[in-house]
């Protein structure tokens, strides 16, 4: 304002630069907008130019926000006693008092234990309203400016703090405050018994409820620390999953075998003998320990490292000595020697033993399984014996004896015969006869699962000549008996059924044999002529029960034959070689080939 007249006062163009009152017809300041008295947006002291023709200079005036009600302690006018101080703005001095401190309560903690009963927090303290300071007025029209004394400055409120509320009977304990002295002696860990205490009774605290106590002290002033809520919750969950690792850590050690003795015996042969059993499903290590515990072995981990580049261990039953070598009790258990109720039934197998013409007598089923069972162990004897296999055959109803709904009838007409459940034990190998079971349980097991395998091989599917079950297993016992090489099953079961179906009598060696002492391949004299219902020599259509045991060859060839018109067959040498003919005029011929070859004596020219 160089080229302005320091003299000058603000005329009609001043108005913009002074922030006054614009008509509405011209544009609005761009600068900020003029704030009224009370405004709540004003922000500290603002500067307002008063511009009157009758004032001898500017009138400067300091405004700051004002109170809603009342009137306003902060404002002020001064004026000022020359041009020069007119355009310099300062602020008036004045002292901020620091606004009053209240002491803010920390949330409600949740009560672990019964606490004494407390009373309602105390009364609020309100709050120390400030004097408002009266305005000072000018004295006369020249404005001086204004004589400002600082006032003392006010000391803050003091923090009240409640003192302690007695217990609330809600879920939550009420603020408590806990004051602190010096020279106190330390606080006493107390622990509350629980809600559910009975009355009156002394309650000794847990190691948790020790643990619970997190021991935080109150601070001096009334502040209540946070406390560690879920400390308890914590603790617990800890303690947990350390027992689970240890107790999973441990059971894992245990299974691979870290904590397990290795001890083992010297010994080949030992002594005494023990009946051991190995499940079907059973491991190296399930066995090892059956052995150690009944004391063949030493350890469970010696047999375990015996057996781990050694040979397979068979399920079934074991004779086995007491304290051998885990390499023995390996070896003995790998053979058959000391297996206990394992036998082998084959093809064409009849119940009873049968004498040969050479003199040798072949062992029937009943003997083999006698035979499997019979042992003698430091706890005892085990087995059957065949006379109790025969009358169990023979006595036992078809539900104890477990027979098929199929062969039932059949059965139950024959009761008295042993005889009448030949054919329903099934050929194969039979690895776990338990001989801990009576007669009646031994041949129950065996029948029960002989049924399975007649139902996988399609004895139950039917067959072309629309034979019954029970007269399709008839039929295949006679082809077991008869057919030597696995060709000649179908042609023999095809002959058989087309003498069936012509109603001739089969004439089969194998059922005069079947009832015979003497088993022969050329059939004569009393065998021929025994007039009883198996020898169908003397009575047309199928013998009465099936002749011997059954495999797989012989019922496939059963249900499905070959095609041909064959009604003879005649086998003409020890391997077995078998002439099939339409014909009695080739039957004969075949017949002599068999005595050319010395296999016939009868009948031959």
Known sequence: MTDQDPTSRPGSDDSRRYFTDRPASQA??????????????????????????????????????EP??????????????????????????????????????????????????????????????????????????????ATFSPRAQQPPAESVVAEPAEAHDSAFDVLESRREHVGESPRETRVYPPDDAESGAEYEPSALDILDD????????????????NKRVLVGVGAVALILVLVVGGLGLKWFGVFDSRTDYDSATGSGAVLVEVPADAAIRDVGQT?????????????????????????????????????????????????????????????????????NTRPGIFEMISKATTITTDDGDYGVSVEQLDDAAAQATPDELGIPSWAKQKVQKLTGDHRRIEGLIASGAWEDIDPRLDAKQILRELITRSE????????????????????ALTVASIVEAEARKEDDFPKVARVILNRLDRDQRLEMDSTANYTADVRANDLHGDAYNDDNEWNTYKHNGLPLTPIGAVGDRALRATEDPANGSWLYFVTVDEDGTTLFASTFEKHKQNRQVACRNKFLKVGCE
């Open 452 to 471: 399975t395998r007649y139902t996988a091989w399609g004895l139950l599917d039917g067959n072309d000549a629309k034979l019954s079950p029970y007269d």
């Open 291 to 359: 052995l150690a515990d009944a004391g063949v072995v030493g350890s469970k981990r010696a047999f375990v490292d015996a057996a781990e580049n050694g040979p397979g261990v068979s399920a079934g039953f074991y004779d086995l000595p007491k304290g051998i070598s885990a390499k023995s009790a390996l070896e003995m258990m790998s053979g058959t020697d000391k297996r206990v109720g394992r036998i082998i039934v084959p093809e064409g197998l009849q119940l009873d033993s049968k004498e040969s013409t050479g003199g």
């Open 214 to 229: 997190d021991g935080d002290d109150p601070v001096v002033g009334g502040a209540m620390p946070a406390r560690r809520r």
């Open 68 to 145: 809603t009600e009342g009137e306003s302690s902060y404002f002020e006018v001064r004026y000022r006693s020359s041009d020069d101080s007119a355009m310099q703005f300062t602020d008036p001095q004045w002292t901020q008092q620091p606004p009053p401190t209240h002491a803010r309560p920390e949330p409600p903690a949740p009560r672990r234990h019964a606490q004494p009963p407390q009373a309602p927090p105390g009364e609020p303290v309100p709050e120390v309203q400030t004097q408002p300071t009266q305005r000072v007025a000018p004295v006369s029209r020249h404005a001086a400016p």
């Open 28 to 65: 609005p300041n761009r600068h900020r907008r003029r704030r009224g008295p009370g405004d709540p947006t004003t922000t500290g002291s603002i500067p307002i130019v008063r511009v009157d023709r009758t004032l001898p200079d500017p009138t400067i005036e300091y405004r700051t926000p």
